[in-house]
């Protein structure tokens, strides 16, 4: 049987710092605690402590974690890739940021702009590397800081709520055991979506890329429709994920535990109750951490092994929606 990847070590980090929805709720005055919790299933999210910290900041400790966890040096990885939505600079990317603060070896650093979906995008790069031995052992980073990109005003209240920061890392390397491992990824995309769920400013289309109007109308902040974001993740998870499974050969009730992206409570219930994964087998961090986009999933990864909740032989199934639209699903026999 042809190589696989699997999953070897995960780790994660986030800040010290913790926001309530009541202490939100001093901000945006037209938000409140019951809302936020009836709607999103968020109660609180972790901020970074101060200005100057950014997405690959949060990334070392989450790293170092997940190369220790995989029994592994810094010098053992030999490729990084860095999945964010909030790089620290407009560029270069975080992953050379994050390349340099660790000391690590001339490795290349891909960096992965697919928003919540940018965990599962790495892992099928990741997964193809090594199934194709191009590389031995690679760390995936989905970091981000997003308090320092949020409309915290009324105005903004739809998104500002959902967010957190945060930052979650995995090695892949080649399964000891080819039963096991990364059955498949599988991503997709639809740019119909690409202004329902959005940043527009600064932008290279615009000479100049920011003004002054822009800031003052609103546009540097994030937009979304939700209600639609709702409908095609709730429509697209369950199709993704029916596709992971059919084509790793194992059906809904062979699924020992559901990681999902968490952009709300509600879908990940609701795509479990499509999908009949009975609702104990779900993991959940956004009542803790909001929407940490590319992070979710390690995240969910690494407090689920911290747990013993993830154990070997379990198969797992991953899935997630956002903006682009993307979207994608993976199941992973441990
Ligand atoms: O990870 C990236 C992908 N993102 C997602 O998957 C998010 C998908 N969308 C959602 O999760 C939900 O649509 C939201 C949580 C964003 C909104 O929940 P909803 O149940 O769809 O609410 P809604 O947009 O229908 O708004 C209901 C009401 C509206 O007021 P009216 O028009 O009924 O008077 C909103 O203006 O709630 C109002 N509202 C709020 N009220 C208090 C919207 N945001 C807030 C808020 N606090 N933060």
């Known amino acids: 049987m042809a190589a696989r990847s699997a999953i070897l070590g995960a780790g994660h980090y986030v800040p010290s710092k913790v926001v309530t929805n009541d202490d939100l709720t001093k901000l945006i005055p037209s938000t409140s605690d019951a809302w936020i919790q009836e709607r999103t299933g968020i109660r609180e999210r972790r901020i970074i402590e101060h200005d100057g910290i950014g997405a690959s900041d949060l990334a070392v400790p989450a790293a170092k974690m997940a190369i220790e966890r ?105 399964s000891p055991d080819p039963e096991r491992g990364v059955l498949n990824v599988v991503i997709r995309s639809d740019g119909v979506g690409a202004h329902d769920l959005m940043v527009e400013c600064p932008a290279s289309k615009y000479m100049p890329r920011i003004t002054k109007e822009m800031i ?24 993704v994920a029916i596709e992971s499974m059919e084509k790793a050969g194992v059906n809904v009730d062979d699924i020992d535990l559901f990681i999902p992206h968490q952009a709300n409570m509600r879908i990940n219930q609701f795509v479990a109750m499509k999908l009949n994964i009975p609702q104990e087998k779900i993991v959940h961090n956004i009542d803790r951490y909001g929407n940490t986009t590319a992070a979710t999933i390690p995240i969910g990864i690494s407090e689920s092994l911290g747990e013993g909740r993830l154990k070997p032989g379990m198969t797992v199934l991953f899935a997630g929606f956002g903006a682009g639209f993307t979207w994608g699903a993976s199941v992973v026999r441990w």
């Open 216 to 239: 003052d109308e609103g546009r540097i902040w994030p937009k979304m429709n939700g209600k639609l974001v709702f409908r095609w993740a709730t429509e697209k998870m369950p199709e």
């Open 70 to 174: 995989a029994g592994l040096t810094i010098h053992d990885i030999d490729a990084i890739i860095f999945a964010t939505l909030s790089p620290d600079l407009t560029f270069p990317g975080s992953g050379v940021l994050l390349q340099h603060k660790l000391g690590m070896p001339q490795i290349p650093a891909l960096d992965v702009r697919n928003q919540c979906s940018g965990f599962l995008y790495s892992l099928s790069v990741a997964d193809a590397w090594i199934r194709a031995g191009v590389y031995k052992h690679v760390l995936i980073v989905g970091a981000e800081v997003h308090s320092t990109g949020l409309d915290l005003s009324d105005r903004g209240r739809d998104v500002s709520v959902l967010f957190g920061d945060g930052a979650g890392a995995v090695v892949v390397g080649r």
